[in-house]
């Protein structure tokens, strides 16, 4: 059984978050995760991770959920960190056998392993506290370009229809006999199953093109939705900011 990354499964939780303006609420985070990923102190980025766990109890987003969904990524990261820590040229302070860790590399792998996660975690509370469709609304309002926005919306719709799709293939495959080897017959196999996926998704395509333009679609998204940004929007979206800002400032001057 196919488990869908619903990100959006939260969304009609009650929070400061989840009443905060859809617009403000993308720009002030995207603010905050830039932020982050380009702070070269070290110091300075377990200050920005500290408060990227604050914004997620705050968007009283269930942690079990946020740690299902980031365990996969955390493997790869983590991953990232060892071969940096052993790879990375520098002064020695240990050694294991043949391998030899470095200062340098154990402070660089650290910086970018916070920096990665602190911009993972701010991922739950910036799209996981509305609505999907609601998010697309409010990029088309943003003036993100709409193919860009139309693309998105369709990947996010119809990425799971093809994981049905697959899912299908393989249960076919499988009911014939078909045993997952490492062998050229194995491979061949996946190859054309995969060919078929491609095939098959190029029909649906022709589809539901054909079906929205019979429907009148124009390429702008309508939802039920309306913004209402009001003065406590702004002043939460300016104080996200302004965190990212003095993140920077601190870790120039010197002050932490």
């Given at each position: 059984m196919i488990e869908y990354p619903e990100i959006d499964r939260y969304a009609s939780l009650d929070s400061p978050l989840h009443r905060f303006d859809p617009r403000a609420k993308l720009i002030a985070f995207l603010s905050l995760i830039f932020s982050i990923v380009l702070v070269p102190d070290l110091k300075v980025a377990f200050i920005g991770l500290l408060f990227a766990?604050?914004?997620?109890?705050?968007?009283?987003?269930?942690l079990t959920f946020v740690f299902h969904y980031l365990e996969w990524v955390a493997i790869f990261i983590l991953s990232?960190?060892?071969i940096l820590i052993f790879t990375f040229p520098g002064e020695e302070i240990a050694r294991f056998y043949l391998l030899s860790i470095t200062a340098e590399g154990l402070y660089t792998g650290s910086l970018i392993t916070v920096r990665a996660f602190s911009a993972l975690i701010l991922i739950?509370?910036?799209?996981?506290?509305?609505?999907?469709?609601?998010t697309i609304k409010a990029l088309y309002r943003l003036r993100v370009p709409g193919s860009l926005v139309q693309?998105?919306?369709?990947t996010y719709r119809y990425i799971f229809v093809l994981m049905d799709e697959f899912q299908s293939i393989w249960t076919a495959m499988e009911s014939r006999g078909?045993?997952?080897?490492?062998?050229?017959?194995?491979?061949?196999?996946i190859g054309k199953a995969l060919g078929m996926l491609f095939v098959r998704s190029y029909e649906r395509a022709e589809r539901v093109y054909q079906a929205m333009c019979s429907r009148g679609y124009t390429g702008n998204p309508r939802t039920l939705v309306e913004f209402d940004i009001r003065m406590k929007d702004y002043l939460l979206a300016v104080s996200?900011?302004?965190f990212a800002v003095s993140l920077h400032i601190a870790s120039f001057t010197g002050v932490i």
């Open positions: 766990v604050f914004m997620l109890i705050l968007s009283r987003i269930p990232f960190f060892v739950f509370p910036m799209i996981g506290t509305m609505r999907f469709d609601t693309m998105l919306m369709f078909f045993q997952l080897r490492s062998n050229f017959y194995a491979l061949s196999t996200i900011m302004g």
